[in-house]
């Protein structure tokens, strides 16, 4: 997979594309800010609510719901960094979140993963190390993802063996789970462990990043509460992304859906902020719609576009970078998954997301991680990367077919997904583990081992 450009950090050259006005989108800020101030958000973590409380918002503990007024807001958003950089273990992995910096992660938190040939199955650490070891052979892929949930490890021990596999097998940057804080603490040590920093030089090391979804409409569970507190208190990256489906949990409209989804995400903004002024925040959004015809999520439609296009420009407007996803509804890696795909890159890229989530592997609206889709998105980020280059230096494809209908016929008449099963195969025989020293990876070991026999640390639900 030579290529005469590397990707491992890129930039977007193209100009943003919009769907408001800016008074429009002044507008819906505005609106945002009247939902905290008149109905507030229900925020179940008691720690979450005192700091709230602390901070000048009103808070009642009756009900559980924090108003927050927009000087508050205001003075917590001053104080969040506009820019940022997520550090790897292997200096030319740091990836930077600002501006036109674009990095890539792949598909995130499936219970399955599939392929054309074991079929759709449970996700086991197998799988996710497999996982892995493909985002180690990319370099299009900058950042890690929880590519499937390993249901064959216990719960109480699942993040250690996740946290393991992502800094043994690759260099690149992890993602943290927020499921309580002793999963959080024991994966922050096992970070700072493989950096071989100081505690309290992690504080202030950026390297690892969390994803906090809302409960829409408007409430603020107990392990989303907590991760922002944890997370805020060790200087690491949140990216706090609402979950609105127009049509379901949120308003029909995009312009009503992204104002309820701006207002969760400044909610979560103000508590990381008065946890720690100036703990990085990267704006998350994940709007889409239902099928109105059977109330299913739907990606990869326009209005998904219209709704990336829209939360790009509220996320410019607070000066935010920013965070996006690649969906599609399709079960399984065909024409469907591709053009839904293909129009959900388009809204992301072409609106001027920062960071993509589900970049690759997405299926089954997010209930499945398939190899082949990975590599056919793959493909795709590829294409975009080399977009975005200067110069013309032609694309190198790694699975389309362009020779004669003769040739593609003798050689088994091979579809992109079938070739997208052979490329994967091919990554997982090449790839070739990243060097480590050998005291981090033994202390890294011992720790994990330590904790393991202490029966690890359960998930907060």
């Known amino acids: 997979m030579s290529r005469s450009h590397p990707y491992r950090q890129l930039e977007n050259p193209f100009e943003p594309q919009c769907v408001f006005s800016t008074d429009q989108v002044a507008a819906l800020h505005n609106g945002a800010l009247g939902i905290l101030e008149g109905q507030g958000m229900k925020v179940l973590s008691p720690r979450a609510r005192r700091l709230y409380g602390a901070g000048g918002a009103d808070v009642d503990d009756a009900s559980n719901m924090v108003r927050i007024d927009r000087a508050l807001v205001a003075t917590c958003l001053a104080s969040a960094p506009r820019s940022f950089t997520l550090h790897s273990v292997e200096g030319a992995h740091h990836v930077p979140l600002h501006g036109r910096s674009i990095a890539f992660a792949p ?14 199955r449970a996700g086991t650490l197998a799988d996710f190390c497999d996982g892995m070891k493909m985002c180690q052979s990319l370099d299009v892929i900058q950042v890690l993802g929880s590519m499937c949930e390993p ?81 805020a208190t060790a200087g690491q990256v949140l990216m706090i992304t609402p979950f609105t489906l127009a049509g379901a949990m949120a308003p029909v409209t995009i312009a009503g859906a992204l104002t309820l989804a701006h207002a969760e995400a400044l909610a979560g903004l103000v508590l990381a902020q008065l946890v720690r002024p100036g703990a990085p925040i990267v ?71 920062n960071f993509m989530l589900h970049a690759a592997g997405w299926l089954e609206s997010g209930l499945s991680t398939s190899y082949e889709k990975f590599i056919l998105d793959i493909e795709m980020l590829q294409m975009f990367a080399e977009l975005f280059q200067p110069g013309d230096t032609p694309y190198t494809p790694i699975i389309s077919d362009g020779r004669s209908f003769a040739t593609w016929s003798a050689e088994g008449a091979k579809s992109a997904t079938i070739r997208a099963n052979g490329v994967w195969k091919d990554l997982l025989r090449d790839y070739v583990a990243p060097v480590r020293d050998r005291a981090i990876s033994e202390e890294l070991n011992a720790f994990i081992a330590r904790r393991t026999a202490e029966g690890g640390a359960a998930p907060v639900s």
Request: proline share 7%; hydrophobic share 40%.
């Open 107 to 120: 598909s995130s938190g499936a219970p399955n993963v599939m392929d054309i040939e074991r079929g759709r």
């Open 151 to 231: 249901q064959d490890i216990p719960p109480p021990l699942r993040h250690l063996e996740v946290i393991r596999a992502q800094l043994a097998l690759t260099d690149k940057i992890p993602f943290t789970f927020s499921r309580g804080m002793g999963q959080v603490a024991d994966c922050f040590e096992a970070l700072r462990i493989a950096h071989g920093i100081t505690a309290k030089q992690f504080l202030d090391y950026p390297c690892t990043y969390s994803i906090i979804n809302t409960n829409s409409p408007l409430q603020l569970d107990l392990p989303m509460a907590d991760g922002i507190i944890d997370f």
């Open 283 to 353: 704006y998350g959004s994940f709007t889409s719609n239902v099928d109105m015809k059977s109330g299913s999520p739907a990606f990869g439609t326009p209005e998904y576009v219209k709704a990336q296009f829209g939360a790009g420009q509220m996320a410019r407007h607070l000066g935010l970078p920013w965070r996006s996803s690649n969906a599609t509804a399709s079960n399984v890696p065909d024409a469907q998954a591709a053009y839904e795909s293909q129009m959900s890159l388009w809204g992301a890229l072409m609106g001027g997301c």
